[in-house]
């Protein structure tokens, strides 16, 4: 007898628990849902921030790419050119 009761306790308490356990873990499941979610927005906006920093950047190094080859044209150029003999300025 005593076996059939701890079996039908085992039962109800293992019904109550299933019953308890989702709502007990759906609160800290929604609070950690919020959470990862700001993360991942928070992750956006960096992301959105280094793109615009980076492009606008980008533009500056491409310019100074450009004057620095147009300055080493010019200098290879002014190099290549022979000197007049006797031109004093």
């Known amino acids: 007898m005593e076996t059939i009761i701890t079996g039908v306790v ?3 308490a293992g019904a ?7 709502k007990i873990v759906e609160g800290p499941a929604s ?7 700001e ?5 956006l906006v960096v992301q959105d921030s280094a793109a615009s920093f980076f492009s606008g950047s980008g533009n ?15 200098a290879s150029t002014a190099a290549a050119t022979p000197a007049k ?5």
């Open 60 to 74: 500056v190094f491409s310019d100074l790419v450009a004057e620095a080859r147009a300055e080493l044209k010019s």
């Open 16 to 22: 109550v628990i299933a019953q308890a356990v989702p």
């Open 31 to 37: 609070l950690l849902r919020s959470l990862t979610r």
């Open 85 to 89: 003999i006797g031109a004093h300025k």
């Open 10 to 12: 085992g039962v109800v």
């Open 39 to 43: 993360v991942i927005k928070g992750g």
